[in-house]
């Protein structure tokens, strides 16, 4: 079932009504606000106090009065507080997560509020170990800005370490290549046989083929 929503007229009822009471009891007067009664600043006795009171209560002249609205506003503020109030604060604030839908993003360091997603992704980060916005400082920054230039140059210590090592490993395959073809070039000359070559004689270089 759902509760009918106070009116600002039955606020205005219940305003009245409450006001009316707490002058009675701090000062047994009465003194109207409203101009349209009228009334002069009275004394009041107990029996003044409760007769107003039932004026004010409404059902002795038949018109709504503070009978039908009390429930309404009392009660409709209590299912407000309950489902729309954050209970962890004194003053009246949206729950966190109502907070979240009607505000955008409220930043807990400048107190910024970001109606657009894509702009509080740009003040906080996408991700929970980014640092907002307003609490990079120049110094972070420029350091930043530095470590992007050296990547851009491919002049980081990695790239460093890279670039050395690459430098090692030609050295090595060149080495290694040589020392391999010098072994190579001296197991041919002394085992020319065994490689299927044959060094010429001078005989038969001198008589060819006969
Ligand atoms: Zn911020």
Same mark, same amino acid.
């Given at each position: 079932m759902k509760m009918a929503r106070a009116s600002k007229d039955d606020l205005d009822r219940m305003i009245a009504f409450m006001q009316f009471i707490e002058e009675f009891m701090d000062y047994g007067t009465h003194t109207p606000q409203n101009d349209e009664y009228e009334e002069e600043s009275i004394e009041l006795t107990d029996e003044g106090f409760a007769e107003r009171l039932r004026e004010l209560w409404g059902r002795r002249f038949g018109h709504h009065g503070?009978?039908?609205?009390? $429930?309404? /506003? /009392?009660?409709?503020? =209590?299912?407000?507080?309950?489902? /729309?109030?954050?209970?962890?604060?004194?003053?009246?604030?949206?729950?966190?997560?109502?907070?979240?839908?009607? #505000? =955008?993003?409220r930043c807990f360091h400048c107190d910024q509020v970001f109606g657009d997603r894509d702009a509080a992704l740009?003040?906080? =980060? =996408? $991700? #929970?170990?980014?640092?907002?916005?307003?609490?990079?400082?120049?110094?972070?920054?420029?350091?930043?800005?530095?470590?992007?230039?050296?990547?851009?140059? #491919?002049?980081?210590?990695?790239?460093?370490?890279?670039a050395a090592l690459r430098s090692r490993l030609a050295d090595a395959t060149r080495r290694a290549e040589e020392d391999g073809y010098a072994r190579g070039l001296a197991d041919a000359k002394k085992h020319p046989g065994e490689l299927g070559l044959c060094v010429a004689e001078p005989e038969q270089v001198k008589g060819g083929a006969s």
């Open positions: 503070v009978d039908i609205a009390w $429930s309404r /506003v /009392v009660f409709g503020c =209590g299912v407000l507080i309950d489902n /729309v109030c954050d209970p962890n604060a004194d003053t009246l604030e949206w729950k966190p997560e109502l907070a979240a839908k009607i #505000e =955008g993003w740009v003040h906080f =980060g =996408g $991700s #929970e170990i980014q640092t907002p916005a307003c609490k990079i400082d120049a110094v972070a920054f420029r350091d930043l800005e530095r470590l992007a230039a050296s990547y851009v140059n #491919e002049d980081t210590e990695l790239h460093k370490e890279v």
